[in-house]
């Protein structure tokens, strides 16, 4: 089964199963494509690369109540969050990982089985690490 773009919404927080190929595995769906992981469900993210993740981007995480963490997957290497992200996040008292996407699928599957009210924005990358 594959999940379109088109649709870019499964009503579950899930595991990643697999990621790479510009993509993502979850619930023994596919989807192509950046994904927000939220305890709403899996979103389509518009968001190709690190420059990309603005407070616009993340305006979707940010009307959640009930987020301790945010592990943030910026593709292949780390970069720089504007500090405006960070501190919109402080003031909900949401601690911001901004790590390479492979990092952060770890560490949200990782989470998430600890039942941690946790989410994740990651950028889809070519290559798993």
């Known amino acids: 089964m594959s999940w379109e773009p ?31 992981c939220l305890p709403s469900g899996m979103f389509a993210w518009e968001v190709e690369r690190a420059e990309d993740v603005t ?31 960070r501190a919109a996040f402080r003031e909900k008292g949401i601690i911001i990982e901004a790590v390479a996407t492979g990092s952060a699928v770890r560490t949200y599957n990782v989470l998430l089985s600890e039942d941690r009210a946790v989410g994740a ?6 290559q798993a690490r």
């Open 6 to 36: 088109g649709q870019g919404h499964y009503p579950y927080q899930a595991a990643i199963e697999a990621y790479g190929n510009l993509g993502f595995r979850f619930a023994g769906m596919s989807h192509r494509g950046s994904v927000l």
């Open 55 to 85: 407070l616009a981007a993340l305006e979707r995480v940010l009307a959640h109540e009930d987020l301790d963490v945010l592990l943030i997957g910026l593709g292949s290497d780390i970069a720089a969050i504007d500090p405006a992200i």
């Open 121 to 126: 924005a990651l950028i889809a990358v070519e």
